[in-house]
């Protein structure tokens, strides 16, 4: 499996930004299905952006217009750019990755992931 180490979290005020990358090393595979997912406490885990083999991207109706995911190939880094941030995106973010190909209806699914990342946390003041 792939090791996946996630930095770049912080605290910010409302309507601030953040970026979020993964450093992926050890993968067997040229490409990876990838995504971000956040969990705050006492809430499900969700999925947040995706990006899959074939380069297309997913988000969430709650990020969508605010987030965006991106790869560095060269560096093998998934990034997360995060502009306009809520209170409510609060959480634990991950990284995670599958050397399959996920279709685009299915990349939010955390269970499609077999290699995740420790976390970094995200805190957005009011």
């Known amino acids: 499996q792939v090791q996946l180490v996630e930095s770049g979290g912080g605290s910010v005020q409302s309507g601030g930004s953040l970026r979020l990358s993964c450093a992926a090393s050890g993968g067997a595979y040229a490409r990876y299905s990838m995504a971000w997912f956040r969990q705050a406490p006492g809430k499900e885990r969700e999925g947040v952006a995706a990006?899959?083999?074939?380069?297309?991207?997913s988000y969430s109706d709650s990020v969508k217009g605010r987030f965006t995911i991106s790869q560095d190939n060269a560096k093998n880094t998934l990034i997360l750019q995060m502009n306009s941030l809520k209170p409510e995106d609060t959480a634990m973010y991950s990284c995670a990755a599958t050397p399959f190909q996920i279709g685009a209806a299915s990349q939010l699914l955390a269970y499609l992931y077999n290699s995740w990342g420790q976390g970094t946390q995200v805190t957005v003041s009011s």
């Open positions: 990006v899959n083999r074939a380069g297309f991207t």
